[in-house]
């Protein structure tokens, strides 16, 4: 019986989105173009050559290199030196890139899919361009570069604080080169379905928050933090013409910059289907990571 209910209720939503489209065709028109002209902009120029940059490395096992130089660090956050190639990559070209490097490397062998999911917990950043270009445009220079900070340095405590450890790869890592040629034609198409996935789901998230702020009247404060469950970008722009004291913009631009959207929960756990890696600790991370960040975030 309850399954009947939720089913009636989605497709009732399924119907009033239908008629709210039709009715408002040119805003949403116009939405679909923003989302193509932001994923253009901010996203494929970002995740486009580090996918292929990333899937070139592992073919060569440069992070094995990576596995040597930095294992120290295995003492001190629980974690094996290869670590530092998946936070240094995931820093550069921002999230979601951190679940494909993951795929990359349990389908080349490389870690096992218990290790993916341990790295899930501390290994999401927001793009820093796309941060910086957000925020600097309603904060001060100061304070953006401490919000983009706190962000990244909470997943440097989730990593210290993380309850499992990841186990030495010596064996996993052996040296195996692929034929270079080969996996720049597989790296390319595998990165243009990846990033369609992306693009439709921001799209999807878009629209579907656009759909909901607009049919249910509510506070622009409510608006502002419905519209960043689902997706960061519309947050932060709601957020923008918020008249709120500078702390409450800061703490709401922060706790919606570490939950990361639903859009981005999705696109990970898309780039995860067909592997064994788990989704639930992503999902984890993020709450945790949240707040810390708040915490963080109302000390300093």
Known sequence: MKEKYLDFTFCLICFISIIFIFKNNQEIANLILTAINLFFKKVFVSLFPMFIINDILISINFPYYFYKLFKPLQKLFKVNGLTAYILIMSIISGTPSQAYILKNLVENNKITSKEAENYLYFTYFSNPLFLYSMLSSMFKITTTIKIIIIHYFSNIIIAYLKPNKISNPENILSITHSKLSNTLIQSIKKSINTLLIILGTITFYMLISYIITN???????????????????????????????????????????????????????????????KFKPFFQGRIFQTIISFILIIIF
């Open 215 to 277: 049919i249910f009247p509510m506070p622009p404060l409510f608006k502002t933090l419905s519209s960043g469950l689902l997706e960061i970008t519309n947050g932060l722009n709601l957020l923008q013409n918020l008249t709120i004291t500078s702390k409450l913009k800061e703490i709401i631009a922060l706790t919606i910059i570490s939950f990361g959207g639903l859009s981005i929960h999705t696109q990970v756990k898309a780039l995860l289907e067909d592997t064994n890696i």
